[in-house]
């Protein structure tokens, strides 16, 4: 795709938000943001996600950007742990929210069938996290509505192929901890062969390939003559880092926050030894190099904890530091522990709750960049980026740590795709 293009329509699908943005790449800035909430539906046939009610908020988001500008071009950065089985008119299986416990009912069975850490790259996670545990439930659960499928296409690849008609396979999203990806062989794991699946994955693309125009009808509901490319797509954490993988800057560690916080070794080796801490992995860069990073849902522990804005006082956070506490992850809470043992959260005021919290993130963040390797400056964007305690407990366990507000995100290294050759 030529450097020319400037105005590209962006699906950016979180787990919780989902958001259309409109982002113009010679002012580097977003021209215009719509967003809405990503309610899943409760079933039958299990907890998944609302595709009807997506496309039509794609559409409709699409539809208000190409009022404004000539469309260059589409480009979709969603989440991973999420796959949809497809037939030549949609998901033959609606697509499985990850939170479903749906996969755990055969995880023993499972847990014989998924390949070594070492080669996949993959820690094993519960629930539908792992896509591979998906697909092995699904296929055993309704084996009839799997038959019948002609396609499985990865989350972003999913919204791709709805927007163009196009199906296509894309490593970023495939070898992020589904199981499905060998990290060293740059190919599918003997997995897929066992689940009986290599046929219904298709051809695979590099993330800033153009799969097709938008569909003809597509083009008509949103109000374009012209046509409009739309890219293979990303997974939305490995987005936010296309901007970084070409400068030649030398190796540098980059923390996205959001509902998931995500921490890359950009410009780095593998370790040797990766321990197997949870969240600990090897996945893609979308240049198709291993990368070992960290993720854990950061954000989502921040918002059940406190609420938004608490826990942005340095001042308050040394306070407690000199008070003899420390604050440190466990599972979904914080553990506190000072001169007179544990402690309860709960012990504490909503401005200490809020403080400790952060600080629990930020030293598991700083635990992370020394488990993957991390060296260099670390980057941090996203919300924790405006978070002056996160910054701050940072900064004092790995040094030079830059907050990086300029920079776009997903919405940026989406739109930069259409740099790539």
Not at 143 to 172: C, H, K, N, Y
Not at 182 to 196: E, R, S
Not at 296 to 325: C, K, M, Q, W
């Amino acid at each position: 795709m030529t450097r020319d293009v400037r105005f590209v329509g962006v699906f950016d699908l979180g787990k919780t938000h989902a958001r259309v943005i409109l982002f113009d790449r010679r002012e580097r800035r977003e021209v215009m943001t719509v967003q809405a909430t990503n309610e899943s539906l409760p079933g039958p046939p299990y907890t998944h996600f609302d595709t009807a009610r997506l496309e039509r908020f794609l559409l409709d988001g699409l539809g208000r950007a190409a009022a404004q500008v000539r469309l260059d071009a589409v480009v979709v950065a969603a989440h991973g742990s999420s796959a949809a089985v497809v037939d030549e008119h949609g998901p033959v299986l609606p697509p499985l929210d990850y939170d479903d416990e749906g996969p755990d009912e055969v995880a023993v069975a499972y847990d014989r069938l998924r390949p070594d850490f070492a080669i996949s790259g993959s820690p094993r996670l519960n629930r539908g996290l792992n896509v591979g545990a998906q697909l092995h439930w699904q296929r055993l659960r309704f084996p009839d509505r799997f038959a019948a499928a002609i396609a499985i296409l990865m989350w972003p690849q999913f919204w791709s192929w709805r927007l163009s008609g196009v199906v296509a396979g894309e490593v970023t999203s495939l070898a992020s901890h589904t199981d499905l990806w060998d990290i060293g062989a740059g190919d599918y794991t003997d997995l897929v062969d066992t689940l009986g699946i290599r046929s219904l994955l298709p051809p695979l693309r590099r993330a800033p390939d153009i799969l097709g125009a938008l569909r003809p009808d597509i083009a008509v509901t949103i109000g374009v003559a012209h046509d409009v490319p739309v890219l293979c797509g990303v997974h939305d954490s490995n987005a936010a880092l296309v901007p970084f993988l070409t400068t030649g800057d030398g190796p540098r560690t980059i923390v996205s926050t959001g509902t998931w916080i995500a921490v890359f070794a950009i410009g780095t080796a593998v370790p040797a030894h990766l321990p197997r801490e949870d969240g600990v992995m090897v996945s893609v860069d979308v240049l198709g190099r291993p990368m070992p990073n960290l993720r854990f849902p950061g954000g989502r522990i921040y918002e059940t904890l406190t609420s938004p804005g608490v826990g942005d006082d340095p001042a308050l956070a040394e306070r407690l530091r000199a008070a003899g506490l420390s604050a440190t992850l466990d599972g979904g809470g914080v553990r506190v522990a000072g001169p007179e043992g544990a402690r309860s959260l709960s012990n504490f005021d909503a401005p200490e709750r809020g403080a400790l919290a952060v600080m629990a993130l930020a030293n598991h963040t700083a635990r992370g960049i020394g488990w993957i390797g991390g060296a260099g400056e670390t980057i941090v964007m996203g919300p924790f980026a405006r978070n002056a305690v996160f910054l701050h407990e940072l900064r004092r366990r790995v040094g030079d740590v830059r907050a990086e507000l300029r920079h776009g995100g997903i919405s940026e290294g989406a739109a930069a795709l259409t740099t790539l050759d």
